[in-house]
C-alpha cells in the first residue's frame, strides 16, 4: 500500500459479545483511505461505531478480522504517530499550561529510571522543553498563559492547550473526538478557525469526530458517514458501514458564510438522509461513495443478500 495514503482500512470488521453468547457486529466491512494530509469529517448516529473506528486507528484495540496501516504500515500496538483529542481537553489539572505541552517532548524522551541516571541533562532538556512549549503556546495566542494551571483557562482556551498538547507531539495523524462539543456557539467557530489554520500550517492528516453537520461540512475536504441504517435485499444492516463518501466541493479553508449557503444546505440534507435517518434507509447497492478514494472490496454472498 502507498504510504500517500495516512490511514488505510481494509476488509475491517468488529465483533463484540452480546452477552448471550453470541457476538454483536459493530463495524462491518470498513474499506478506507485517507490521503497524508486531508481533512476528513466523521458523521453517523448514535452507535454506529465512530469511537470502536477510532480506536482501531489508534491501534488501542484490534479488530475482529481485517487491517490497519498508518503510512503504508500495519498497525500492531498504539504509537506517537496518531494523536488524539477529546472532547473534555485532557489535560493535567495539576501541570501549568506550558507542562502540559512539554509532557509529549519530555515523555518521547525519557522515562522515570532515565531523569534519575541522567539528571543533569534532563534539566537542560527541560528548560529546552519550556522554550518550545512557550512557543507554541505564543504561537496560538495564549503566550500570556503558558504558567496558568487549566482551572484558571476558559473551554476554549484550555482546548486549544490541548490541541497544541496532542501538535506538539509530531503526529502523523490527528484523531479529534467531539473537540469542540462542549463550547458555546462563540468559542465553537473560533475553535474550528483556529484548527483549520493549524491544519494548514502543520499539513497533518486529520480526520474529525462530529455531531453537527454544519461544522463537518465547513471544516471538512472530505465527509464520511458511517451508519448501521441501510438495507439489504434479504435483511436489516448488521453493523455499521461507510454509507457516504463524498468530497466537499469549492475551496477550502470556506469562509463563514459558507455555512449559509444553498451548497452547505443540500450537503447536509443530503448527509442526513444518507445515514442519520433511521426511517430511510439506503439499499447497500446505492450507496453514495462517489470521492476518489472510496473503494468497496465486497462478497458475492453480501451482493446478494
Not at 106 to 118: A, G, H, N, T
Request: charge should be neutral; charged fraction near 25%.
Amino acid at each position: 500500500m502507498s504510504a500517500e495514503y495516512a490511514i488505510s482500512l481494509e476488509d475491517l470488521y468488529v465483533d463484540y459479545p452480546d452477552g448471550n453468547g453470541g457476538t454483536k457486529r459493530v463495524l462491518n466491512d470498513i474499506d478506507l483511505r485517507i490521503r497524508a494530509g486531508e481533512f476528513t469529517t466523521l458523521v453517523g448516529p448514535s452507535g454506529s461505531g465512530k469511537s470502536t473506528l477510532f480506536r482501531m486507528i489508534l491501534g488501542s484495540e484490534p479488530p475482529t478480522c481485517g487491517r490497519v496501516l498508518i503510512d503504508g504500515v500495519p498497525l500492531a500496538q498504539p504509537g506517537r504517530h496518531v494523536g488524539i483529542v477529546y472532547q473534555r481537553y485532557s489535560l493535567f489539572p495539576h501541570l501549568r499550561a506550558w507542562e502540559n505541552v512539554a509532557l509529549g517532548f519530555d515523555l518521547q524522551e525519557f522515562s522515570l529510571s532515565s531523569r534519575l541516571l541522567r539528571l543533569p541533562q534532563y534539566r537542560k532538556r527541560r528548560a529546552e522543553y519550556r522554550a518550545r512549549a512557550q512557543e507554541y503556546l505564543r504561537r496560538v495566542g495564549l503566550g500570556d498563559d503558558a504558567d496558568k494551571y487549566p482551572p484558571q483557562l476558559s473551554g476554549g482556551m484550555q482546548q486549544r492547550v490541548a490541541i497544541v498538547q496532542a501538535l506538539a507531539a509530531g503526529p502523523s495523524v490527528l484523531l479529534m473526538d467531539e473537540p469542540f462539543g462542549a463550547l458555546d456557539d462563540s468559542a465553537r467557530q473560533d475553535m474550528q478557525l483556529f484548527i483549520l489554520e493549524q491544519w494548514q500550517e502543520t499539513k497533518m492528516t486529520i480526520v474529525f469526530v462530529t455531531h453537527d453537520l454544519e461544522e463537518a461540512v465547513f471544516l471538512g475536504t472530505r465527509v464520511l458517514v458511517l451508519s448501521q441504517y441501510y438495507a439489504t435485499d434479504h435483511a436489516e444492516s448488521r453493523g455499521a458501514k461507510i454509507v457516504m463518501d463524498t468530497h466537499v466541493p469549492g475551496e477550502h479553508p470556506k469562509p463563514i458564510n459558507y455555512k449559509y449557503s444553498p451548497e452547505c444546505t443540500r450537503l447536509i440534507e443530503a448527509i442526513r438522509l444518507s445515514g442519520l435517518d433511521p426511517t430511510h434507509r439506503q439499499h447497500i447497492k446505492t450507496f453514495d461513495l462517489n470521492h476518489r478514494d472510496a473503494f468497496r472490496t465486497v462478497s458475492a454472498e453480501e451482493w446478494q443478500r
